[in-house]
């Protein structure tokens, strides 16, 4: 079968490899996607965003993924540094902007030196 | 200020007691959101507020939790008569966009309730 990439709750890396979070979203209707991350203590701060007429979209050092058919995003993190150590959620969103947010599960980056 | 500020940062309350929680969303910002997040856990949706208007209010978890924005800038978030289950992290979130488009949520840090 297809490999749709396994969600993980925790993920460990070394300092300088590359980093892959998976989420798997629940709408089919869903048109816009977004990655938070959230340190300890702070609210989820914005990393990347992608609407649903795209597959793929490039940021500084993140990279979104987005396939429609299996409903699953992943974020891509190159080069990743302690400062990247956090919980990462996918959140998606229908329609208009008053819309709510659909949060996943998150998923605890560890990066170590 | 740049951000989302929400006050208190922390609040513990005993069982039965009412408590509100503000936030001052940034300036301009239309829409204006508040979630939920239990330890461990994705926030959830709670309210929206468009201005002064709530238009969705879907995600309270009871009749004790009650919203309100009267002049469309700062929130309250009031619960009463609190419960343990109501131990959380409650967001707020605002954004500037008001139709279809990307929208750019920025939340502020939270308020830490403890109900014992």
């Known amino acids: 079968g297809e490999n749709v990439g396994l969600h993980l709750p925790t993920l460990s890396v070394q300092e300088g490899d590359n980093s892959i979070i998976n989420c798997a979203y629940s709408?089919?209707?869903?048109?816009?996607f977004i990655w938070y991350k959230q340190e300890s203590g702070k609210g989820p701060q914005f990393i990347i965003d992608?609407?649903?007429?795209?597959d793929k979209r490039q940021g500084q050092r993140v990279t979104v993924l987005l396939n429609k058919t299996v409903k699953h995003l992943s974020l891509q993190i190159a080069a990743t540094q302690p400062g990247d150590s956090a919980v990462y959620f996918c959140?998606?969103?229908?329609?208009?902007?008053?819309?709510?947010?659909?949060f996943g599960k998150g998923t605890t980056l560890s990066v170590s030196s | 200020g740049a951000g989302v500020s929400q006050s208190p940062r922390y609040k513990v309350a005993k069982r039965g007691q009412d408590v509100a929680l503000r936030c001052d969303p940034i300036?301009?910002?239309?829409?204006l959101f508040w979630y939920q997040q239990a330890l461990g856990q994705g926030p959830e949706f709670l309210t929206y507020?468009?201005?002064?208007?709530?238009?969705?209010k879907s995600g309270l978890p009871s009749d004790r939790f009650f919203a309100e924005r009267p002049e469309g800038s700062v929130s309250t978030l009031k619960i009463q008569r609190t419960q343990q289950e109501d131990s959380a992290v409650y967001l707020c979130?605002?954004?500037?966009?008001?139709?279809?488009?990307?929208?750019?949520?920025?939340f502020g840090s939270g308020t830490r309730l403890t109900v014992v």
């Open positions: 507020f468009q201005n002064e208007a709530q238009l969705d």
């Open positions: 959140a998606e969103k229908v329609g208009q902007a008053g819309t709510a947010l659909i």
């Open positions: 709408n089919s209707a869903s048109d816009y």
């Open positions: 300036s301009g910002h239309v829409s």
């Open positions: 992608i609407r649903s007429n795209m």
């Open positions: 979130a605002s954004s500037l966009a008001l139709g279809r488009g990307r929208v750019g949520y920025t």
